[in-house]
């Protein structure tokens, strides 16, 4: 368990940068801020700087949401194998769905510890420092996780997001799984059909990569719509209000004589489903809108 949890925290550290792009490029704001319009193309400047902006608590964080993750697995791997097998021996229920029903168990105990840091690392992706800011200017300035953290009133507002991120790992983790074993043992089988297949620890682990590695485009991909609904409810959060408040500040800008229409101009609002979500994304960029960061995440 601990060698997996290292693993993971690696590659979040190595693939940190790519996955600031994607937030940037699926972020509402992205033709306000990353986007110059005179030159028809992304400002380089902009996009390209603080690629590692709020990985901190998401390296921090991946340690106990992944022992969450095997911990509860196989707890309830074995809880269920023992209530699906019968006084005979048999199992009454396929082992693959066993596997499959924890998996979902132990990701969504993962996705509960992971969405707060979560919300914070993909805001802090977005907060735009000074450029050429020299080291002993910035050594006395707030982190930027800590600038992100300043921007929500409640701890509450911290959790949104976690139907997103649940909805976006539990298809990917079971599109993943399978076809990377499938890839796996066909990459194996057609090696020893061909007389090729040694069976050594170089070749096991260089199939596993490739089958891991393909597995992982593909599901990445499909799932693309699901993580651009998930970017943008998470970088909404802060600024998210109930229905009960929203209604507060509408009765208050009436008294105040504001105009509604510049109420509605200020950032914030009531909290919107991921439907809805998806539903603005189609009608701003269309059906590519949804599929913005696919290549980074498959990449």
């Excluded at 993943?176 to 061909?194: C, D, T």
Aim: aromatic fraction near 8%; include cysteine; hydrophobic fraction near 40%.
């Amino acid at each position: 368990m601990g060698m997996r949890q290292e693993l993971r925290t690696y590659a979040k550290q190595l693939v940190c940068p790519l996955d600031t792009l994607k937030t940037r490029f699926q972020s509402p704001d992205y033709k306000k801020i990353y986007y110059d319009a005179s030159k028809n193309a992304f400002n380089r400047k902009l996009l390209l700087r603080g690629l590692y902006q709020g990985i901190g608590n998401i390296v921090l964080i991946t340690i106990p949401s992944s022992g969450a993750f095997f911990t509860t697995y196989e707890a309830v791997k074995t809880g269920l194998t023992k209530v699906v097998t019968s006084s005979s021996g048999n199992a009454v229920i396929p082992q693959p769905i066993v596997h499959s029903a924890a998996s979902a168990i132990a990701e969504l105990v993962s996705c509960f510890i992971l969405t707060t840091a979560e919300v914070l690392k993909q805001n802090a992706q977005v907060i735009r420092r000074p450029a050429g800011s020299s080291a002993s200017k910035t050594a006395f300035q707030p982190s930027v996780t800590l600038q992100a953290l300043r921007q929500f009133n409640k701890p509450s507002q911290l959790f949104r997001g976690y139907t997103a991120l649940a909805a976006h790992n539990l298809p990917f983790t079971a599109m993943q799984f399978p076809m990377f074993e499938h890839l796996k043992e066909s990459i194996k089988a057609h090696r020893k059909e061909k007389g090729i297949f040694t069976g050594v620890w170089m070749e096991t682990a260089l199939v596993t990569a490739v089958s891991a590695g393909s597995a992982g485009s593909v599901a990445a991909v499909i799932t693309t719509p699901v993580d651009v609904v998930k970017t943008r409810i998470m970088l909404s959060a802060a600024a998210e209000n109930s229905e009960a408040e929203a209604k507060k500040k509408v009765e208050k800008a009436k008294k105040a004589g504001q105009s509604l229409k510049k109420l509605a101009k200020q950032k914030g609002g009531t909290k919107k489903s991921g439907l809805t979500v998806a539903r603005e994304v189609m009608r701003e960029n269309g059906v590519k809108g949804l599929f913005k960061g696919g290549i980074l995440r498959a990449a």
